[in-house]
């Protein structure tokens, strides 16, 4: 049950695409497709922005997408924007009723 | 549209217990399949799923935190509950509400605002 594997940080300019890794185990990400990716700006509670490894809950830009493949999840932030700048977490189903989160990575938008 | 809202304690003592309570409103804690979850951030800013109530009545924990950790429902006042029992240091964080659904409850989609805890004697 340790924490999923983000990066510390990316980067991109407005108007690039980032994506943001999340490395798992064949316990976790690579059994279930219940992954989801959440938003935090500081000072706020997380955000969800994506569920079921690639689904948007209503409300999300579509410049959100999320991936999976082996035991590595994936969010692409396409086109990006000043406001896309926060922390990212990923989330996944491990298995016996319990959910384990990423360390979290940290947007810059250049 | 949905609410929570966190209450409790900011400064518990080493060895004690935390009691938070997550007030719902907008909707009945007691409708529709949801679970209703603990989450904390812990200072290094890295989020803990620490468990949730079912609506079926079934509640699960994080298997390390069983021996510790009680999450209760009071339909009657649209609350639940968290207990966590010998606390320490390590408990310090920002202790947050959340519902989810879905399949295992896969979509943690509405959180409260959070409620910082700190432990220190």
């Known amino acids: 049950q340790s924490a999923l594997t983000q990066p510390a940080s990316v980067s991109g300019s407005p108007g690039q695409s980032v994506t943001i890794s999340c490395t798992g185990t064949s316990s976790d990400v690579g059994t279930y497709n219940l992954v989801s990716w959440y938003q935090q700006h500081p000072g706020k509670a997380p955000k969800l922005m994506i569920y079921?490894?690639?689904k948007w809950p209503s409300g999300v830009s579509n410049r959100f997408s999320g991936s999976k493949s082996g035991n590595t999840a994936s969010l692409t932030i396409s086109g990006l924007q000043a406001e896309d700048e926060a922390d990212y977490y990923c989330?996944?189903?491990?298995?016996?009723?319990?959910?384990?989160f990423g360390g979290g990575t940290k947007l810059t938008v250049l | 549209q949905v609410q929570l809202q966190e209450s409790g304690p900011g400064l518990v003592k080493p060895s004690q217990t935390l009691s938070l309570t997550c007030t719902v409103s907008?909707?009945?804690?007691?409708?529709?399949?949801?679970?209703w979850s603990w989450i904390r951030q812990f200072p290094g800013k890295g989020l803990e799923w620490i468990g949730f109530?079912?609506?079926?009545?079934?509640?699960f924990y994080k298997p390390y935190l069983t021996s510790r950790v009680t999450i209760s429902v009071d339909t009657s006042k649209n609350q639940f509950s968290l207990k966590l029992t010998s606390m320490t240091a390590a408990d310090t964080a920002v202790y947050y509400c959340?519902?989810?659904?879905?399949?295992?409850?896969?979509?943690?989609?509405?959180w409260g605002q959070g409620r910082l805890v700190t432990v220190s004697s």
């Open positions: 079921e490894v690639s």
């Open positions: 109530h079912h609506n079926s009545g079934s509640t």
């Open positions: 907008g909707g009945s804690i007691s409708s529709g399949g949801y679970y």
């Open positions: 959340a519902r989810s659904n879905g399949v295992y409850g896969a979509d943690f989609d509405h």
């Open positions: 989330c996944s189903y491990e298995g016996y009723s319990s959910w384990v």
